[in-house]
């Protein structure tokens, strides 16, 4: 089965710095990897995923990730945090021979003025 | 485009009950998935339907159950409901059932038994 491992239940980062939320993954097979985010009271955004195109993948609000095949790992990056990032982040894999979808247990971002 | 939408936002019953959850997916998706987030976790899948089939299930006892409508739209119930069935559930919409499409998301039903 596919799981992935979000390091660090919470981050603390200053407006400005850079954001940086760990995630990785167990596969066996190339798999299809998603970051969510997931504000107060509300439902998952996606932000960004990977179906086995190019490594480096960006998404909305600045967001990109890269897929490192040999780290099994598919960390979240933005280069400068704005409040408005302070939420609740979720890696998530599948794989491409079942009809599975795995979430890690979340990564909350708070965003220091 | 009218987005996921889920009834009721917040539901309270007792040990022991039933109760059905529903999901008006996006509009054009013909795939529902759903999830349990408990308290301070991930989301967990339970199952997905693709054009009223079945498609996939997770982890999870037979007594948590689906369906899918031809506007497919889409109700999970859960008989004989237990305490650590509180949680927060979501549902997702999604055009295709490959598992990398993405998935839309709504707001969530809040399940508190009691």
């Known amino acids: 089965a596919q799981s992935v491992t979000q390091l660090g239940s919470h981050v603390s980062v200053s407006e400005g710095a850079l954001v940086l939320l760990r995630c990785n993954y167990s596969?066996?097979?190339?798999?299809?990897l998603f970051w969510y985010v997931q504000y107060p009271n509300q439902g998952l955004q996606l932000l960004l995923k990977?179906?086995?195109?190019?490594?480096l993948v960006k998404g909305i609000n600045g967001f990109e990730a890269e897929f490192k095949k040999s780290e099994t790992s598919f960390h979240l990056t933005k280069p400068s945090a704005h409040m408005s990032d302070a939420a609740e982040y979720f890696c998530?894999?599948?794989?491409?021979?079942?009809?599975?979808?795995?979430f890690g247990t979340g990564t909350s971002l708070t965003v220091i003025p | 485009e009218t987005g996921v939408t889920q009834s009721p936002t917040h539901l309270i019953k007792t040990r022991g009950q039933q109760v059905t959850l529903r999901c008006s997916s996006q509009s054009g998706h013909n795939t529902v998935s759903w999830y349990q987030q408990a308290l301070g976790q991930g989301p967990q899948f339970i199952f997905q339907y693709y054009r009223e089939e079945e498609n996939g299930r997770g982890n999870f006892p037979p007594r948590f159950s689906g369906l899918q409508f031809p506007n497919y739209s889409s109700e999970l119930n859960v008989n004989a409901l237990e305490l650590d069935d509180s949680a927060l559930y979501l549902c997702?919409?999604?055009?295709?059932?490959?598992?990398?499409?993405?998935?839309?998301f709504g707001p969530g039903t809040r399940l508190l038994v009691l």
């Open positions: 997702a919409s999604s055009l295709g059932s490959r598992t990398q499409e993405t998935q839309y």
């Open positions: 596969s066996s097979v190339p798999p299809y």
């Open positions: 990977y179906t086995s195109a190019a490594t």
């Open positions: 998530a894999v599948s794989d491409s021979t079942g009809n599975q979808f795995y």
